[in-house]
């Protein structure tokens, strides 16, 4: 390539590498920091030339050739942590934008909690280290705000200490439960940087057992208002307890949401072989009967068919076949292609999308779309896999490509749901969060209080709507609440319970306590959102006032 040219994404998506140091996940983050530097705000660093000239300073001290950048973006060398940061620096984003996504991206190829793939150059017999440990410690375990920033440099830092000692030994559990008490309320980069901390601290020796504790006692908590996160987080670990916890909520779920989050942690635990033969029959028998089952909320008959889709023939048993030939056509999807509809029809939309988005870059180095953007819009649009759709939705907001996605994504919002079928419109609207605009948020709200739309469309967006960019006025929140109470107290429609704690959970994200306030004292809403709103109020202020840095 010469030196001076801008170079061009790759044609096609490389396939998953696993080899020595290698988690397949790298031409993701190759392709993370070329369409930044491409697509960025700064048009002279498309030139390579110039780019490579500029390289060197801030986290990177030493001079580099147009071929290594060259092989960093074409995923050809790995791209370590100092790079990534780099990245950042150059194209003037602030921390974490790349360096997060990165670590995340990895942490789920890897398949494993513990230290960052992304490694720190941490020299544990530095006495920095320590005494930098000591301080974010302190900070920690005191009545201190804690920033996403400083909880990805104390985990950085246990992870370089795997002997560290706390005492009294409580004070390990006291850091998992804070930690994961901030995780359960953040959003966005905030939420990213505590996941993935946490993802660090369970495959420490000594945090580990405390995680695996404190999410099972909230998985199991009826009164605890956020379930799914509790019982995702053990997915990383092979650990019998975890194990255990996941398929308690699978024989005998607590609610709904914990069934989905027992559903989730199991379909990734899978290809991890975190279960026993005997363990995996049983789930194969579980998965069966949920995903039969049509009155049960979609998301779990398509998470039951995706684990399925997982299992190797011999555990699938006699009764598959009559499955799939009696289940809806996007649950035979899933159990046919492992998405939530087959190729060409995903493969159109897609094209659509990407084909939009495209035409509204300020710069176009490529004819077509864009093949790895294809790739993270049909995850983003069509896994029935909820970490992946996060992990696809948090990759491309770290690019330029997001304002673009999200007014293609809000113009498939716009059209008559009619023409698209339930899942694709939930997750179109579940993509909001990631790729939205304040001016779309109209668009989501409309979704909260329609009439006559499936269940599943409006549960969605009461959900999502507490992180979509921008605010809601009071009249939206009054009206909205006052919509789903009025149902309820017609029909006792667990729907309509399940929409009123999407809405108090969306006020809760946003901070609206007076609203909260009010939801707690009305009569008209049913016991359960009551003691939501009440759970919400409940949250102590330190917890709160660090989970949105």
């Not at 987080?233 to 989905?260: C, E, G, M, Y």
């Not at 999807?333 to 493969?347: I, K, N, P, R, W």
Request: hydrophobic fraction near 45%; aromatic fraction near 6%; include cysteine.
């Amino acid at each position: 390539m010469p030196s001076d040219a801008q170079g061009r994404p790759p044609r096609q998506v490389r396939p998953a590498v696993r080899r020595p140091g290698w988690y397949g996940c790298e031409q993701v983050v190759a392709w993370l920091l070329r369409v930044n530097r491409l697509y960025g705000g700064d048009e002279k660093l498309t030139s390579l030339k110039r780019f490579t000239a500029a390289f060197q300073g801030g986290s990177w001290p030493d001079p580099v050739s147009a071929s290594q950048v060259s092989r960093w973006e074409t995923a050809a060398a790995r791209a370590g942590f100092n790079v990534v940061r780099r990245y950042e620096e150059m194209l003037g984003l602030p921390y974490g934008r790349l360096v997060a996504v990165a670590d995340w991206a990895y942490r789920k190829a890897s398949d494993t909690a513990g230290p960052p793939v992304l490694h720190r150059g941490l020299d544990p017999a530095d006495p920095h280290v320590h005494d930098r440990t000591h301080e974010l410690l302190d900070q920690a375990l005191s009545a201190g705000v804690m920033t996403g920033m400083e909880w990805d440099e104390l985990t950085s830092h246990l992870a370089a200490l795997p002997t560290a000692f706390l005492h009294p030994r409580a004070a390990w559990a006291d850091l998992a439960e804070r930690l994961l008490a901030e995780l359960l309320i953040s959003d966005g980069p905030a939420w990213l940087f505590r996941t993935e901390a946490l993802a660090r601290l369970l495959g420490h020796p000594r945090a580990g057992p405390p995680i695996i504790a404190a999410c099972a006692a909230l998985a199991s908590d009826p009164a605890n208002q956020i379930v799914i996160e509790p019982l995702t987080i053990l997915d990383l670990t092979a650990d019998r307890d975890a194990n255990r916890h996941v398929l308690l909520q699978l024989a005998h779920p607590v609610s709904d949401r914990s069934l989905r989050g027992a559903l989730l942690s199991a379909v990734e635990k899978i290809p991890r072989r975190h279960f026993r033969a005997v363990q995996l029959r049983s789930l194969a028998a579980t998965a069966a009967e949920l995903a039969a089952v049509a009155e049960l909320h979609s998301e779990v008959r398509h998470l039951a068919a995706n684990l399925l889709h997982q299992l190797p023939a011999s555990q699938l048993g006699p009764g598959f076949e009559r499955l799939r030939r009696a289940a809806d056509p996007t649950t035979r999807d899933v159990l046919s292609y492992g998405q939530t509809a087959s190729a060409d029809a995903a493969g159109r939309v897609v094209t659509r999308i990407a084909t939009a988005a495209a035409m509204r870059m300020p710069r176009q180095p490529i004819a077509g779309p864009d093949p790895m953007l294809s790739h993270l819009l049909t995850e983003l649009l069509f896994s029935p896999n909820q970490n992946d759709r996060l992990l696809a939705g948090f990759v491309i907001a770290a690019t330029p490509y997001r304002d673009g996605v999200g007014a293609a994504l809000a113009t498939e919002l716009a059209a008559a749901p009619a023409a698209r079928t339930v899942p694709l419109t939930t997750a179109l609207i579940a993509a909001m969060p990631h790729v939205g605009r304040s001016a779309d948020r109209p668009t989501v709200e409309w979704f909260v209080t329609a009439p006559g739309l499936p269940a599943p469309i409006t549960d969605t967006a009461a959900w999502m709507i507490g992180h979509v960019p921008g605010r809601s006025d009071r009249t939206f929140w009054s009206t909205a609440i006052g919509t789903h109470a009025r149902a309820w107290q017609a029909t006792r429609n667990p729907g309509a319970i399940s929409a009123l704690r999407g809405l108090t959970y969306s006020l809760g994200i946003g901070g609206h306590d007076d609203l909260l306030d009010a939801i707690r004292a009305d009569a008209r809403v049913p016991a359960a959102t009551r003691a939501a709103a009440r759970w919400w109020l409940n949250i102590p202020a330190r917890v709160h006032a660090s989970a949105v840095r």
